[in-house]
Nanobody, 122 residues
Framework: QVQLVESGGGLVQPGGSLRLSCAAS????????MGWYRQAPGKQRELVAA???????TYRNSIKGRFTISRDNAKNTLYLQMNSLKPDDTAVYYC????????????????WGQGTQVTVSS
């Protein structure tokens, strides 16, 4: 099991940037597939981006070219760089981990963080 703690959320103006971090504990981080999800009020949680243990990435169409997922296995940390933020990006963002990228992509990863709020507003 991997324990996950997100940070880096906050209030930002449209067009601004934020970088989310997800600190992981446990020895399984480097071999885990990871993902960033988000859930806006009244909406279902959705996968934003995923990354395999080997660094292969996939992205939701609506954020392609604006968000970048990355990982630093030496620091046991997952990142989400978010640029050109829009009001529609407002949501609670969660990181998640699983031994299988398939589970991450299907929305059923084993381990979840507690979430961090991102609000995009002028």
């Amino acid at each position: 099991q991997v324990q996950l703690v997100e940070s880096g959320g906050g209030l930002v103006q449209p067009g601004g940037s934020l970088r989310l971090s997800c600190a992981a504990s446990g020895s399984r981080f480097s071999i885990s597939a990871m993902g960033w999800y988000r859930q806006a009020p009244g909406k279902q949680r959705e996968l934003v981006a995923a990354i395999t243990s080997g660094g292969k990435t996939t992205y939701r169409n609506s954020i392609k070219g604006r968000f970048t997922i990355s990982r630093d296995n030496a620091k046991n940390t997952l990142y989400l760089q978010m640029n050109s933020l829009k009001p529609d990006d407002t949501a609670v963002y969660y990181c998640a981990a699983d031994g299988s990228i398939l589970n991450v992509e299907l929305g059923t990863p084993r381990d979840w963080g507690q979430g961090t709020q991102v609000t995009v507003s002028s």
